[in-house]
C-alpha cells in the first residue's frame, strides 16, 4: 500500500516515514535509515522521521548519529517521556563509549584473563551444580550442564570461567580460514540466536557431537533470544571437548554493539557479572570467519564480498581480534546477503551490499570452488537455495524470535561426493521468558 502511495505521490514525507516504519519492524535497518532521511529531506519538520533515523542508527551501532536526532525530538516535544527516556538511554551509551576509548590504550595489553584468580575462587559447598573434572570438560560434564540449563539453573561462576579462559587459548590458535578435510560426515547448522531448547532439540534429533558426528555452527549462537547464556557455554564446552570435531565460525552478532542492543550483554550482566561480559567479548574476537571443506565448500556467516578479486588467500591473512570494521572482506563475511538479481546493491541491513549470482559464479570460479554455505537470514523453510544451487541458506533458529513461525534447518554434508542433504525441525516450548527480555530498551520498539 506505501510502495503504492509514494509511486503516486513520491514527494510526501509521511508516506517514506510510514515505510520506514514498516522496514524497521522487518529489520531492514538500511532501507528505513533511507527513507527516514529522504522523509526528512522533504519536511525537515516531521519529528516522526527524526524518530525513525534515530531508531535506525541505533540498530546500525551509530550512537552519537541516534542522539543527535533524538536531542532534536526532545526539544520539539519536551513532554514526550518516551523520546526523553530514548534520549537519555541513548546519551548513556555515547558516554560510555567514550568512557570505553578513553581507557582503550591503557588496557590494550591487558585481559580479563589477567585479573581472574582462577585457583582460589571457591565454589560454596551448597552448589551442587555440574564441575569440571580436574579443570577440563568432559562428556559427562557436558551431559550434566545441559540437563542443569535445561532446568533453569546457573552453571557457577567459575566453570563459566574456566570454559572460557580454556576456549579462548584454544581459539587464538586457529587461523582465520579454517581448511578441514571431511572423510564421513558434517552437521551445518545456522543461526541459533539464544533459542537454547532449540539447540538442544537438535542434538536429540541429531544426536550429540562427537569424533564420528561432527558438528559446525555458522555464527549467530546468541542475542535475541533469552537463553543465549546456556547455548553458548554449551557450544563453547563441546568446542573444548571436540577441538577437531566441533567448529564454531563469528556471526555478526559475536560483537560488542550488536550484544549491547539485542540482549546479550544485558543477560550476562543479569546472570553473571559485567567482567564476564568483556572476557566473552575478548573470546568471540577469536572465533574463525569461514571454513573451507575438502576445498570446495566455503562456509561463512554472511556471505560474499562487496569487490570482486576476493582469494582464500586473502580470508587466510585476516587479522579478526578485533571489533569488525565499517566495510572490507571481514565485514562482508559477517553481513552481506545475496540478492535474486545480477550485480551488487545498497545492503537492506545499512551494512556490507547484497552479492548476485554472478558475484557468486565468479567468486567460486577464481577460487575453485563448487558452492557457499550461509545463514543470518531467517528463512520460511529453514534453508533456502539460491543462485543455480551455488549459494545456500541455512537457519537454525525456528519461530524465530517466537513470532516467525519458520521452520529450522541444518545440512549434513558427506565427504565422499558434498551433496546436501537438508533436515528441517519446528521449534519446541520453552520456558516463559520472552525473547529481548534483556535487550537494551532503546530496542524494545516503543517507536512512534
Known amino acids: 500500500m506505501t510502495m503504492n502511495a509514494l509511486e503516486l505521490n513520491p514527494a510526501n514525507a509521511i508516506y517514506f516515514s510510514n515505510r520506514s516504519l514498516a522496514y524497521l519492524r522487518t529489520e531492514c535497518y538500511g532501507y528505513a535509515l533511507a527513507d527516514a ?66 581507557i582503550a590504550s591503557d588496557e590494550m595489553k591487558k585481559s580479563v584473563v589477567d585479573s581472574l584468580d582462577i585457583e ?28 542443569c540449563f535445561k532446568d533453569q539453573k546457573k552453571l557457577h561462576r567459575k566453570c563459566a570461567y574456566q570454559i572460557l579462559i580454556q576456549v ?25 540466536h539464544g533459542q537454547f531448547y532449540d539447540l538442544l532439540n537438535i542434538f536429540e534429533l541429531n544426536g550429540l557431537p562427537s569424533e564420528t558426528n561432527p558438528y559446525l555452527f555458522n555464527g549467530d549462537f546468541v542475542d535475541r533470544g533469552s537463553f543465549s547464556l546456556e547455548v553458548i557455554l554449551t557450544l563453547f564446552g563441546f568446542k573444548l571437548l571436540l577441538p577437531d570435531s566441533f567448529y564454531l565460525l563469528r556471526g555478526n552478532h559475536e560483537t560488542d554493539n550488536m550484544n549491547q542492543m539485542y540482549g546479550f550483554e544485558g543477560e550476562v550482566k543479569a546472570k553473571y557479572t559485567t567482567q564476564m561480559f568483556t572476557l566473552f567479548s575478548e573470546v568471540f574476537q577469536w572465533l574463525p570467519l569461514a571454513q573451507c571443506i575438502n576445498g570446495k565448500v566455503l562456509v561463512m ?40 538479481q545480477n550485480g551488487r546493491s545498497v545492503s ?6 547484497q552479492f548476485g549470482p554472478d558475484v557468486t559464479e565468479r567468486f567460486l570460479d577464481q577460487n575453485k570452488l563448487d558452492y557457499i554455505v550461509r545463514s543470518h537470514e531467517v528463512k520460511a523453510e529453514g534453508y533456502e537455495v539460491t543462485h543455480s544451487g551455488k549459494c545456500i541458506t541455512v537457519f537454525s ?26 533436515h528441517q525441525f519446528t521449534a519446541v516450548p520453552h520456558p516463559n521468558v520472552k525473547p529481548m527480555a534483556y535487550a537494551n530498551s532503546l530496542m524494545q520498539m516503543g517507536m512512534m
Request: charged share 35%.
Open 37 to 102: 532521511t529522504k522523509c526528512l529531506e522533504i519536511d525537515k519538520n516531521y519529528i516522526k522521521g527524526y524518530y525513525r533515523r534515530a531508531t535506525s542508527n541505533m540498530a546500525l551501532g551509530k550512537f552519537k548519529a541516534a542522539l543527535k536526532d533524538y536531542e532534536t525530538v526532545v526539544r520539539v516535544r519536551p513532554n514526550d517521556k518516551d523520546a526523553k527516556m530514548k534520549y537519555q538511554e541513548c546519551n548513556k551509551i555515547v558516554k560510555q563509549k567514550a568512557f570505553e576509548r578513553a
Open 120 to 147: 582460589n575462587m571457591m565454589i560454596e559447598d551448597e552448589y551442587t551444580g555440574p564441575k569440571l573434572e580436574e579443570g577440563k570438560v568432559t562428556m559427562r560434564f557436558m551431559k550434566e550442564m545441559m540437563e
Open 168 to 192: 579462548k587459548e584454544l581459539l587464538s590458535k586457529l587461523p582465520s580460514l579454517v581448511e578441514i578435510t571431511l572423510k564421513e560426515k558434517i552437521t551445518i547448522c545456522g543461526d541459533t
Open 301 to 340: 556467516h554472511g556471505g560474499l564480498f562487496s569487490e570482486d578479486g576476493v582469494m582464500l588467500d586473502d580470508l587466510r591473512k585476516i587479522d579478526r581480534n578485533r571489533q569488525p570494521p565499517d566495510s572490507g572482506p571481514m565485514c562482508d563475511l559477517l553481513w552481506s546477503d545475496p540478492q535474486p
Open 348 to 353: 537492506k541491513r545499512g551494512v556490507s551490499c
Open 397 to 422: 533458529a525456528p519461530n524465530y524470535c517466537d513470532q516467525m513461525a519458520n521452520k529450522g534447518a541444518y545440512i549434513h554434508l558427506r565427504g565422499s561426493d558434498l551433496k546436501p542433504e537438508f
